[in-house]
């Protein structure tokens, strides 16, 4: 009897269990991807011309800095063209590279273009071509700070370098005062912010300290931090989050990241005759004096960051997209080159300013408008 | 009575101690909260913590001086023990009732139908909105699987173990079991990694997060299903057996139904536990800001990995979501330990204290 | 870690087994039944040794191509020219984390056992145990994202305190700037996190001891405290010492408190309130992204260390309490 009792509660606990599991199934009907509804109130820009392509999904991952310029693409060509789900997972550059090689996703987000063993490893997926580095997208990398009272700040290579090897340790330093006499600068300390992760970002950074204050700053430009002193923060929004939080601090990210987050932006003393904005205008600038180096198709750029032209904000970025140029998969190439040419077309490259990108010089753009068809 | 305080040997006559007023405690914890507070508001110390401190240091000093004087060393010790398990009760009640208040406070910001119906497609951390429906769904699902893999083998091997098993292989398997619940999360990940992914050569998956789940959750099954099956009265299988019921269908027929509230309970606690697992997913699963119901191919989002995602963003709108996330995890979690609970106790037998 | 329920206590011995009846095991059904659930139990035993077997195996591959020491190097760059990759800074870490998180979880946690066994009023000696065992259902995450925006800035000012006042004893010694996000921090979240968890366990074992001695002791004019010290304590002792080693394989594999909260880095610093260092578990989930093949080998190799450290912790708890029959480990 007592038995029977529990046997039936027993039963009614399998029940719920059963009620759960077919609410749970329930549950996969609704819902919804569609957040345009939302995503109208933030600055929905005009599509311009896309030309879908294919269908289903379209992997990609790789550099955040190029995470945001995406984000608008992707928003944009998505309302284009619904049959194509695009998702770019910003693991970093290293990690785009890696999963590409792999095979998982369709093309990569890079900051640098593709090492020797990269593209050797590389032939596997390509089976009969290989990688190849496609500019689509440059930008200033921002030099952030977070410094109540002072809203216009003026450093050089040598002191920003100082700054970061944590030589210089107060912002009343006399280099930085030396720099910004009107500025009231409290006598606080620096806290230097830089990336944990390894980064293109930082990479840049480190070339161009290399290159415009190689006195100062001895270290190779490797894509990890290579000094020591500061704390660290994964990826450029951490970054970001961390100068937020701080008074006092100073870190280094995609102009996107300082404007997204409200932060004050470094001038840099480049020895032109005025200090220079960190501006999507100002880097272009500087991005158009770049040499295409890449062999064939591939389009791989040497920047010069020694620029001491007027108005060319010398710390820049250019990020590549990273696929091969024969033996693509077949079910993502039409998808693919549709999205690509759309992100390379006028349309595509006139929304970047706004977002605090810079478009490609009119030249490499031309370049890379001509080999993205091309791909197969 | 003389007035010296009171010392091992009672004053003749009496059994009565001096005994400081009832409301002593409460009054002396009051006064080292305002002594601490004003001492941190004079000092101008910005974080409350060394107030607290400062607080429970004064409190746990006070009641020991004073009740020396007034009641004798004993007594003393006695007080400031008590004193201690209190502040120990107090110390520890603070971070989490701060946890709970900040997820609920800061969660209900932005949670509400749209929030819970909608993925993050095309949405990034400068604007507002976007949901979690995506991730709930990974969650789900890569529960759902995990919990059919785990609980068949871990129910056998609690049979096993407790209908069976006798000698060195039982004896092996409930050190193991034991041993297993202890390997940390991030482990079981890299295991299937290194399984699945890095030699098969498998890609991501909702399911590859299941197989990491799995391993964490089996050997909770078991131990809370074993449990269960020894509060099985003995008289129930011998009386079974004895009117010549096979033991394959007395252990199904009369074993398992008569523990399987217990059961039941147990492995709800499992799901409970495995749901908040972030770091095999973030191995296994990557995380997307789509939806995607199939399990078996491409990435897929889950719910503490949306937390940890959103907090990584950084920004005001993707912590208002990383909160939100946050809540509804732990409502969910919190709902299924206190359904568990409540069948544990309806289902409890009523021998016992 | 500590979701199961609060079973009640066995009434007296647990079943237990019936003398398993020879004769019925012949039978097809009742075969089949024992090869399932024996196959069961080998299959977990298999997986514990695959796990190990896996890790190992990946492990050998990374190390083999490592040109530096594994345990001794601070270097950590396996996709580097040269290979160099080392867990020293992250034993540390480990180690270091999990020791602060110790040394203030336990004394409370035993606190709190005796407040809900032992001094807690009646009404709210049972719903307080509830509520501690809800807390050690929070995900690890939550108390990560807790840490992370509300400890962090929380501790600024403590942090400053302690290096004002005890930065003589080298490692309250704080030489960097900026916000808490150190081991010590990371300790205290630690702490928190296995709180509850070192709670119900000593709770139980002292819920279980003998009422006889206690009311023997009060009979002879003892105190509570004396109750507490001289019959409590001494059963408790095997396991509270078992509950703090549950607790320390949780704090040693947490992973998501740590990334969230730490500034990780792979330079030394003795001082406990500078920023950097980390854990096994943090760096594998922060360089996971950016791993190739062999850089995942490489983090595989530091995951079977940590593997490796949880095992014998948790297998010293269990034989601990395996010693102890009256008590039962099950519910951790």
């Given at each position: 009897m007592k038995l029977q009792r529990k046997n039936r509660r027993g039963m009614r606990a399998l029940t719920v269990g059963a009620v759960a599991v077919s609410g749970a199934l329930l549950l996969t009907a609704c819902g919804s991807d569609d957040n345009t509804q939302q995503g109208a109130q933030e600055g929905t820009q005009q599509a311009g011309n896309i030309k879908c392509g294919g269908k289903g999904k379209l992997l990609a991952s790789g550099s955040s800095a190029q995470k945001n310029a995406m984000d608008l693409w992707i928003k944009n060509y998505m309302a284009a063209c619904p049959d194509v789900q695009i998702n770019y997972n910003p693991v970093g550059s290293g990690g785009g590279i890696t999963q590409f090689n792999q095979g998982t996703t369709a093309f990569a987000g890079s900051d640098s273009a593709l090492k020797d063993d990269e593209v050797a490893a590389s032939k596997k997926i390509c089976k009969s071509g290989q990688g190849i580095n496609l500019p689509m997208v440059g930008g200033p990398v921002a030099i952030s700070y977070n410094l109540s009272g002072v809203d216009d700040l003026v450093l050089d290579a040598p002191t920003i370098a100082k700054i970061f090897d944590s030589k210089?340790?107060?912002?009343?330093?006399p280099a930085i005062k030396k720099l910004n006499p009107n500025a009231e600068l409290p006598s606080t300390d620096i806290q230097a912010f830089h990336r944990s992760d390894e980064s293109g970002t930082t990479q840049n950074l480190g070339k161009y300290l290399g290159t415009a204050a190689p006195e100062d700053w001895k270290y190779?430009?490797?894509?990890?931090?290579?000094?020591?002193?500061g704390q660290s923060a994964s990826g450029s929004s951490g970054l970001a989050a961390q100068v937020k939080q701080v008074e006092g601090s100073i870190g280094y990210f995609e102009l996107s990241y300082a404007t997204g987050s409200q932060l004050d932006t470094v001038k840099i003393d480049t020895g032109a005759s005025e200090p220079v904005e960190a501006t999507a205008e100002n880097a272009s600038k500087a991005i158009a004096a770049a040499k295409v180096i890449g062999q064939g198709k591939d389009l791989a750029l040497e920047l010069d960051y020694a620029t001491k032209a007027e108005g060319a904000y010398p710390i820049i970025l250019v990020t590549y997209e990273i696929a091969c140029d024969k033996g693509n998969k077949p079910e993502t190439l039409d998808a693919m080159k549709s999205f690509l040419t759309y992100t390379a077309s006028e349309d595509g490259q006139k929304i970047l300013p706004d977002a605090g990108y810079a478009p490609l010089p009119a030249e490499i753009a031309t370049k890379v408008r001509e080999a993205v068809p091309s791909l197969s | 009575m003389d007035r010296q305080p009171a010392t091992d040997t009672p004053a003749p006559g009496t059994l009565a101690h001096r005994r400081m007023p009832r409301w002593a405690p409460a009054g002396l914890a009051l006064a080292s909260a305002a002594l601490g507070s004003g001492l941190g508001l004079a000092a101008g110390w910005h974080s409350k913590v060394q107030w607290g401190l400062l607080a429970a240091i004064f409190f746990v000093l006070g009641t020991y001086a004073i009740t020396t004087a007034v009641e004798g060393k004993r007594q003393a010790k006695d007080r400031i023990a008590t004193s201690i398990v209190w502040v120990c009760f107090a110390l520890a009640v603070v971070p989490l009732a701060s946890l709970t208040w900040t997820t609920v406070a800061r969660g209900v910001k932005v949670l509400d139908g749209y929030f819970l119906s909608h993925s993050m497609a095309g949405l990034n951390q400068m604007v507002p909105g976007g949901g979690i429906y995506h991730a709930i769904i990974g969650t789900l699902e890569q529960v759902a699987f995990a919990t059919l893999m785990a609980v068949p083998v871990g129910l056998l091997t609690a049979i096993y173990l407790v209908e069976y098993g006798k000698g060195r292989l039982a004896k092996a398997v409930t050190f193991f079991v034991d041993v297993m619940t202890g390997i940390p999360s991030i482990v079981a990940g890299l295991f299937i990694l290194s399984t699945?992914?890095?030699?098969?050569?498998m890609g991501p998956s909702g399911f590859a997060g299941s197989l990491a789940l799995t391993i964490l959750m089996m050997p909770i099954v078991v131990r809370s299903t074993e449990e269960m099956l020894k509060l099985v009265p003995n008289e129930l299988r011998e009386a079974s057996l004895a009117l010549g019921v096979p033991k394959w269908r007395t252990i199904l027929k009369v074993v398992l139904p008569t523990a399987i509230g217990g059961i039941t309970t147990g492995v709800m606690l499992a799901v409970a536990r495995i749901a908040g697992e972030t770091a095999p997913v973030m191995l296994l699963?990557?995380?997307?800001?789509f939806i995607n119901n199939d399990p078996f191919s491409d990435e897929q989002a889950s719910l503490p990995l949306y937390v940890y995602q959103e907090y990584m963003l950084g920004t005001p709108y993707s912590y208002d979501r990383a909160w939100g996330a946050a809540l509804t995890l732990i409502m969910f979690v919190m709902i299924l330990n206190l359904v568990a609970r409540a069948i544990a106790r309806w289902k409890a037998p009523k021998t016992g204290r | 870690m500590n979701t199961t329920p609060t079973v009640p206590a066995p009434p007296a011995e647990p079943a237990g087994p019936p003398p398993s009846a020879k004769g019925t095991a012949t039978r097809p059904g009742d075969k089949i039944f024992l090869g399932l659930s024996r196959g069961s139990g080998i299959l977990l035993l298999t997986l514990m040794a695959a796990i190990a077997a896996f890790l190992t195996y990946r492990a050998y591959i990374a190390i083999s191509e490592n040109e530096a020491n594994f345990l001794t190097s601070f270097e950590w760059n396996p996709q580097g020219e040269p290979v160099e990759f080392g867990i020293a800074i992250l034993v540390y870490g480990t180690i270091v984390s999990s020791i602060i998180a110790m040394v203030i979880a336990v004394p409370i946690a035993v606190g709190i056992a005796l407040f809900v066994s032992h001094y807690a009023p009646r009404r709210l000696a049972a719903p307080l145990a509830y509520v501690i065992d809800l807390l050690a259902a929070v995900p690890s995450i939550v108390y990560g994202l807790w840490g992370a925006l509300v400890l962090v800035p929380y501790l600024g000012g403590m942090n400053k305190w302690l290096d004002q006042y005890?930065?003589?004893?080298?490692?309250?010694?704080?030489?960097g700037t900026g916000p808490a996000r150190n081991l010590f921090t990371v300790g205290i979240l630690l702490a928190v996190m296995i709180l509850p968890v070192i709670t119900n366990v000593t709770r139980e074992v002292f819920l279980q001891s003998p009422k006889m001695h206690e009311e023997a002791a009060l009979a002879l004019g003892a105190t509570r405290w004396e109750v507490i010290r001289m019959s409590v304590l001494p059963f408790g002792r095997s396991g509270i010492i078992s509950a703090s080693m549950l607790g320390l394989g949780r704090a040693l594999g947490e992973t998501m408190a740590v990334a969230t909260v730490l500034s990780p880095s792979f330079l030394f610093s003795g001082h406990l309130l500078d920023p950097g260092g980390g854990t096994f578990a943090q760096n594998i989930a922060a360089k996971f992204n950016e791993a190739d093949e062999f850089g995942r080998d490489a983090l595989i190799a530091s995951g079977l260390v940590l593997f490796v450290m949880t095992l014998l912790v948790n297998g010293a708890a269990r034989l601990i309490i395996a010693r102890r029959k009256e008590y039962s480990g099950a519910n951790a």
């Amino acid at each position: 009897m007592k038995l029977q009792r529990k046997n039936r509660r027993g039963m009614r606990a399998l029940t719920v269990g059963a009620v759960a599991v077919s609410g749970a199934l329930l549950l996969t009907a609704c819902g919804s991807d569609d957040n345009t509804q939302q995503g109208a109130q933030e600055g929905t820009q005009q599509a311009g011309n896309i030309k879908c392509g294919g269908k289903g999904k379209l992997l990609a991952s790789g550099s955040s800095a190029q995470k945001n310029a995406m984000d608008l693409w992707i928003k944009n060509y998505m309302a284009a063209c619904p049959d194509v789900q695009i998702n770019y997972n910003p693991v970093g550059s290293g990690g785009g590279i890696t999963q590409f090689n792999q095979g998982t996703t369709a093309f990569a987000g890079s900051d640098s273009a593709l090492k020797d063993d990269e593209v050797a490893a590389s032939k596997k997926i390509c089976k009969s071509g290989q990688g190849i580095n496609l500019p689509m997208v440059g930008g200033p990398v921002a030099i952030s700070y977070n410094l109540s009272g002072v809203d216009d700040l003026v450093l050089d290579a040598p002191t920003i370098a100082k700054i970061f090897d944590s030589k210089i340790k107060k912002w009343d330093d006399p280099a930085i005062k030396k720099l910004n006499p009107n500025a009231e600068l409290p006598s606080t300390d620096i806290q230097a912010f830089h990336r944990s992760d390894e980064s293109g970002t930082t990479q840049n950074l480190g070339k161009y300290l290399g290159t415009a204050a190689p006195e100062d700053w001895k270290y190779e430009d490797e894509k990890s931090w290579p000094a020591k002193g500061g704390q660290s923060a994964s990826g450029s929004s951490g970054l970001a989050a961390q100068v937020k939080q701080v008074e006092g601090s100073i870190g280094y990210f995609e102009l996107s990241y300082a404007t997204g987050s409200q932060l004050d932006t470094v001038k840099i003393d480049t020895g032109a005759s005025e200090p220079v904005e960190a501006t999507a205008e100002n880097a272009s600038k500087a991005i158009a004096a770049a040499k295409v180096i890449g062999q064939g198709k591939d389009l791989a750029l040497e920047l010069d960051y020694a620029t001491k032209a007027e108005g060319a904000y010398p710390i820049i970025l250019v990020t590549y997209e990273i696929a091969c140029d024969k033996g693509n998969k077949p079910e993502t190439l039409d998808a693919m080159k549709s999205f690509l040419t759309y992100t390379a077309s006028e349309d595509g490259q006139k929304i970047l300013p706004d977002a605090g990108y810079a478009p490609l010089p009119a030249e490499i753009a031309t370049k890379v408008r001509e080999a993205v068809p091309s791909l197969s | 009575m003389d007035r010296q305080p009171a010392t091992d040997t009672p004053a003749p006559g009496t059994l009565a101690h001096r005994r400081m007023p009832r409301w002593a405690p409460a009054g002396l914890a009051l006064a080292s909260a305002a002594l601490g507070s004003g001492l941190g508001l004079a000092a101008g110390w910005h974080s409350k913590v060394q107030w607290g401190l400062l607080a429970a240091i004064f409190f746990v000093l006070g009641t020991y001086a004073i009740t020396t004087a007034v009641e004798g060393k004993r007594q003393a010790k006695d007080r400031i023990a008590t004193s201690i398990v209190w502040v120990c009760f107090a110390l520890a009640v603070v971070p989490l009732a701060s946890l709970t208040w900040t997820t609920v406070a800061r969660g209900v910001k932005v949670l509400d139908g749209y929030f819970l119906s909608h993925s993050m497609a095309g949405l990034n951390q400068m604007v507002p909105g976007g949901g979690i429906y995506h991730a709930i769904i990974g969650t789900l699902e890569q529960v759902a699987f995990a919990t059919l893999m785990a609980v068949p083998v871990g129910l056998l091997t609690a049979i096993y173990l407790v209908e069976y098993g006798k000698g060195r292989l039982a004896k092996a398997v409930t050190f193991f079991v034991d041993v297993m619940t202890g390997i940390p999360s991030i482990v079981a990940g890299l295991f299937i990694l290194s399984t699945w992914v890095l030699t098969f050569g498998m890609g991501p998956s909702g399911f590859a997060g299941s197989l990491a789940l799995t391993i964490l959750m089996m050997p909770i099954v078991v131990r809370s299903t074993e449990e269960m099956l020894k509060l099985v009265p003995n008289e129930l299988r011998e009386a079974s057996l004895a009117l010549g019921v096979p033991k394959w269908r007395t252990i199904l027929k009369v074993v398992l139904p008569t523990a399987i509230g217990g059961i039941t309970t147990g492995v709800m606690l499992a799901v409970a536990r495995i749901a908040g697992e972030t770091a095999p997913v973030m191995l296994l699963v990557l995380g997307s800001s789509f939806i995607n119901n199939d399990p078996f191919s491409d990435e897929q989002a889950s719910l503490p990995l949306y937390v940890y995602q959103e907090y990584m963003l950084g920004t005001p709108y993707s912590y208002d979501r990383a909160w939100g996330a946050a809540l509804t995890l732990i409502m969910f979690v919190m709902i299924l330990n206190l359904v568990a609970r409540a069948i544990a106790r309806w289902k409890a037998p009523k021998t016992g204290r | 870690m500590n979701t199961t329920p609060t079973v009640p206590a066995p009434p007296a011995e647990p079943a237990g087994p019936p003398p398993s009846a020879k004769g019925t095991a012949t039978r097809p059904g009742d075969k089949i039944f024992l090869g399932l659930s024996r196959g069961s139990g080998i299959l977990l035993l298999t997986l514990m040794a695959a796990i190990a077997a896996f890790l190992t195996y990946r492990a050998y591959i990374a190390i083999s191509e490592n040109e530096a020491n594994f345990l001794t190097s601070f270097e950590w760059n396996p996709q580097g020219e040269p290979v160099e990759f080392g867990i020293a800074i992250l034993v540390y870490g480990t180690i270091v984390s999990s020791i602060i998180a110790m040394v203030i979880a336990v004394p409370i946690a035993v606190g709190i056992a005796l407040f809900v066994s032992h001094y807690a009023p009646r009404r709210l000696a049972a719903p307080l145990a509830y509520v501690i065992d809800l807390l050690a259902a929070v995900p690890s995450i939550v108390y990560g994202l807790w840490g992370a925006l509300v400890l962090v800035p929380y501790l600024g000012g403590m942090n400053k305190w302690l290096d004002q006042y005890l930065g003589w004893t080298y490692i309250f010694d704080k030489t960097g700037t900026g916000p808490a996000r150190n081991l010590f921090t990371v300790g205290i979240l630690l702490a928190v996190m296995i709180l509850p968890v070192i709670t119900n366990v000593t709770r139980e074992v002292f819920l279980q001891s003998p009422k006889m001695h206690e009311e023997a002791a009060l009979a002879l004019g003892a105190t509570r405290w004396e109750v507490i010290r001289m019959s409590v304590l001494p059963f408790g002792r095997s396991g509270i010492i078992s509950a703090s080693m549950l607790g320390l394989g949780r704090a040693l594999g947490e992973t998501m408190a740590v990334a969230t909260v730490l500034s990780p880095s792979f330079l030394f610093s003795g001082h406990l309130l500078d920023p950097g260092g980390g854990t096994f578990a943090q760096n594998i989930a922060a360089k996971f992204n950016e791993a190739d093949e062999f850089g995942r080998d490489a983090l595989i190799a530091s995951g079977l260390v940590l593997f490796v450290m949880t095992l014998l912790v948790n297998g010293a708890a269990r034989l601990i309490i395996a010693r102890r029959k009256e008590y039962s480990g099950a519910n951790a």
